[in-house]
């Protein structure tokens, strides 16, 4: 069974960095695509990142101040986020998935997340 734990969270003011780490159970990694969404209170879970299939894309508004990245050795992911803003607050969630017809294709596998508050 997948199990994917996130952790790096807190609280940060604006302008800070914080850097979110995803551990996961067996090759996931090294197998799928993988990626990193939020979830704003209120608002639906979306899309900030993924790696797959030989592509790394970011939403419009990260872009620039966020970072993908994997450990494949370590079995670990990454977002290494700079210059937060307060719009970045949200529950940060890792998951795995698949690359084709020019988009990332989620599976429906949630661990727990972790918490981001960017706030003064």
């Known amino acids: 069974q997948v199990q994917l734990v996130e952790s790096g969270g807190g609280l940060v003011h604006p302008g800070g960095s914080l850097t979110l780490s995803c551990a996961a159970s067996?090759?996931?990694?090294?197998?799928?695509?993988v990626a990193w969404y939020r979830q704003a209170p209120g608002k639906e879970r979306e899309l900030v990142a993924f790696?797959?299939?030989?592509?790394?894309d970011y939403a419009d508004s990260v872009k620039g101040r966020f970072t993908i990245s994997k450990d494949i050795a370590g079995n670990r992911l990454y977002l290494q986020m700079n210059s937060l803003k307060p719009e970045d607050t949200a529950v940060y969630y890792c998951?795995?998935?698949?690359?084709?017809?020019?988009?990332?294709?989620?599976?429906?596998?949630w661990g727990q997340g972790t918490q981001v508050t960017v706030s003064s």
């Open positions: 790696v797959g299939g030989g592509t790394t």
């Open positions: 998951n795995y998935g698949t690359y084709y017809s020019g988009r990332y294709h989620s599976h429906d596998y």
């Open positions: 067996g090759m996931i990694f090294k197998i799928y695509a």
